[in-house]
């Protein structure tokens, strides 16, 4: 099958682009290689699987279609949340009490793993770890926030209820009723973090092909083969594919497992000093309980940001408007920084699953997949990376936090846009609040 370069949104016109650190030098691939492991994608899955398989001995080729972190990794609000999509208490009911506590043990520890590979390393990686406010926009998102906070303290980690005038105080808004904190929370510079990360694995031994989409994979003895184009291709045991929210139709059917949702961002210039002290002053990540959710948070060069929906196609960086509705939001929530221009927009591709859970599959012998983190990767693709080397290296299905499953289009993806259209819209009307 012949893989076209899917037309996305360039990394370059974010704020991330930006700022972050340069990436670490990379060629693109035009010769025969054997590695143990070829992994495709360079985002934080692919990456901390390769740095964590190259760490116990394993030779490790990845393979990334563009540049590192042009996926959702270069291009996310940076907040590091720990947590799935579900609450601990609906995991243990949804898988019982053994794997449903190994997947919130799991879930749990996702945020520690991004801020131990930044302390291990010594990665150059602007952060922060002062905890991520969820606000409450309606009286029942409070009572959604109080038996969060009360789920995952009975887990131990020590969060916090926060009544409307703290929640004012600590996000700089008033528009909330509520709110709780989750402590192990924090932000990161994203697109730092992934060329960090894979500067790392590079310094662990990994070698590291940009610009070298894969576009085939062959059963060749025991092994496999991933091409690149006519002159690239790399002989493995093993193949893993972390595309996610970017995947092709390099593995059929894998592209049509998720949707891919737009989540667009605007960034401010950075704030003069009486208003950026206060807007999160106390340094906190947040995000609010709506379906359509608005996440913010100040980076490190004193910006506010602003994430949420966006059209279903890629949108034209000339077109300002097509960010408005976000622009709009940061007025609603801050009017304390009217008069503040805008200097960044971007988007990037959120994988959302069936079953909010991430997924990963072993469609054939020495194929392992990962794809689906509903917009809540940063930990867990770095945790998840952990994993899936653990599993490679001894082959210990239990070091897995999900069950490999069959890849399962999603119904009716032919008709996703007008389907996620409807479903925008009635969230639109039923979000409430702000
Ligand atoms: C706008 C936005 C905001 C977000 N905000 C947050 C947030 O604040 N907090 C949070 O936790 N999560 C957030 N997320 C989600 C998070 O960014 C992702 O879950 C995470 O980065 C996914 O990492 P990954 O390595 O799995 O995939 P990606 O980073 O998407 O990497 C996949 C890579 O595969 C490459 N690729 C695709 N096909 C091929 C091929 N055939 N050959 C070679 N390479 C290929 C792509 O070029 C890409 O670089 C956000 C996502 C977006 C888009």
Redesign the pocket.
């Known amino acids: 099958m012949l ?1 076209m370069s899917p037309n996305y949104f360039p990394l370059q016109p974010s704020l991330w682009a930006a700022t972050a650190v340069a990436p670490p030098p990379s060629t693109s691939l035009n010769e025969r290689l054997k590695a143990d492991v070829v992994i ?8 901390s699987t390769a740095l964590h398989l190259a760490e116990q001995g394993v030779n490790v080729v990845v ?19 720990p947590g799935l999509k579900f609450d601990p208490s609906e995991l243990l009911k949804q898988f019982g009490e053994k794997r449903g506590q190994e997947l919130v043990d799991f879930a749990g520890s996702t945020a520690d793993a991004v801020f131990d590979l930044i302390d291990r390393h010594g990665l150059d990686v602007p952060h922060v770890r002062k905890g991520w406010i969820q606000g409450a926009h309606t009286t029942d998102a409070l009572k959604l926030a109080e038996r969060r906070a009360k789920d995952w303290a009975a887990q131990g980690v020590a969060t916090r209820l926060l009544d409307r005038d703290e929640t004012a105080r600590l996000l700089g808004t008033s528009k909330y009723y509520g709110s709780w904190v989750d402590p192990r929370a924090g932000g990161v510079q ?1 697109l730092s973090y ?1 060329r960090e990360l894979a500067r790392a694995a590079i310094g662990a031994g990994v070698r590291l092909f940009t610009r ?4 085939g994979l062959e059963r060749v003895g025991q092994g496999w083969r991933a091409a690149v184009g006519a002159a690239g291709q790399v002989d493995a045991e093993r193949v893993v594919i ?7 139709d ?1 593995w059929p059917d894998l592209r049509k497992s998720i949707i891919n949702a ?4 605007v960034a401010t210039a950075p704030l003069p000093e009486s208003v950026r002290s206060s807007i999160l002053p106390e340094g906190h ?1 947040s ?1 609010d309980a709506r379906n359509l959710l608005l ?1 913010y948070r100040i980076d490190h060069t004193g910006r506010l940001l602003m ?1 949420g929906r966006g059209t279903f196609q890629e949108p034209d960086p000339t077109r300002v408007d097509h960010w408005s509705h976000l622009e709009a939001a940061v007025a609603k929530l801050f009017p304390q920084t009217a008069g503040i221009p805008f200097e960044y927009r ?6 959302v699953t069936r079953d909010y859970l991430p997924h990963l599959h072993e469609p054939a012998p020495g194929v392992l997949i ?2 689906g ?1 509903q ?7 770095t945790r ?1 990376g952990q994993a899936m080397a653990r599993y490679l290296v001894t082959g210990d299905r239990d070091a897995l936090p999900v069950v490999p499953s069959g890849i399962h289009t999603f119904p009716l993806y032919g008709l996703r846009r007008l389907y996620i259209s409807a479903v925008i819209g009635w969230y639109r009307l039923t979000d409430g609040g702000v």
């Open positions: 893989i495709i994608g360079a985002g934080y899955c692919g990456l393979l990334e279609a563009e540049e590192v972190g042009f996926g959702g990794s270069g291009r996310n609000g940076g907040q590091v949340i994203p992934a070298s989409r894969v576009t972390c595309t996610n929210g970017y995947s092709d390099l737009n989540s667009f961002q990540v995000s996440y994430g971007w988007c990037g591709h959120v994988a990962d794809i983190c917009g809540r990767g940063v930990g867990l693709q998840m």
